[in-house]
């Protein structure tokens, strides 16, 4: 029984091209991550929502939008795709200050 | 700037031996620190948390100590077995609710 789960796990797209990532978790947890981790390993925050509220946003590109229709879901939609967006986009959720459960991971290639 | 360094990149053991892993901060106050391990392909998954007021945490063969004066973790696996091969992340936080700050991590390889 899969506890985040997250969707597609590959991405492969063109420059400019729109797209969206999903993330669902069926812990009940009320708070909500993403995080990209670059070529280097290095994880980093990009926006949190607790109870579907935003509560952290990271200096990142307002292409970059999340969106959080319930709190049991927060999706990534990502407009016009530059080369540097090429990642792993994690989702991971938590009750405040506790541990974190991270998804699989949606590897994405931008060409 | 805030700062986490985890002593290096990657860390070979013999089967059997301790494999002792430091994180150390600068500039940052942290209220917690936690360690997660991440296989590759995969996402990190979480292995221990200390408080700012406790000194060291155990669980099984995973030990943590945790040092405000000289900001630093470290992070011992006893006993290393080839299955214990992966990167380790510590993470910090100040306690604002969920925000952590990950170290690049270091790669623990354990040969038999």
């Known amino acids: 029984d899969t506890a985040v789960s997250q969707t597609p796990k590959y991405l492969v797209t063109q420059m400019g091209n729109d797209k969206s990532i999903k993330c669902e978790q069926n812990l009940g947890h009320d708070t909500m991550y993403w995080y990209k981790q670059d070529s280097k390993k290095f994880l980093k925050i990009m926006f949190s929502?607790?109870?579907?509220?935003?509560?952290i946003n990271e200096t990142v590109p307002n292409r970059f939008s999340p969106k959080s229709p319930d709190k049991a879901h927060l999706n990534l939609h990502i407009n016009s795709l530059e080369l540097g967006d090429s990642a792993v986009y994690f989702c991971?959720?938590?009750?405040?200050?506790?541990?974190?459960?991270f998804g699989p991971g949606t590897r994405l290639t931008v060409l | 700037s805030q700062k986490i360094e985890q002593n290096s990149e990657a860390l070979n053991i013999q089967e059997g031996k301790t494999a002792t892993l430091t994180c150390n901060y600068t500039n940052y106050s942290p209220a917690y620190l936690q360690w997660y391990r991440q296989d590759p392909g995969r996402g990190p998954v979480f292995l221990l948390l200390?408080?700012?007021?406790?000194k060291e945490k155990r669980k099984e063969r995973l030990k943590v100590t945790f040092d405000t004066t000289l900001k630093q973790s470290l992070f011992h696996i006893t006993a290393s077995q080839p299955a214990d091969s992966a990167t380790y992340l510590c993470a910090l936080s100040r306690g604002d609710p969920g925000k952590l700050s990950f170290g690049a991590g270091t790669t623990v390889t354990v040969r038999a």
């Open positions: 929502y607790n109870n579907k509220e935003l509560i």
């Open positions: 200390i408080r700012e007021n406790e």
């Open positions: 991971a959720s938590s009750q405040p200050l506790g541990e974190q459960f």
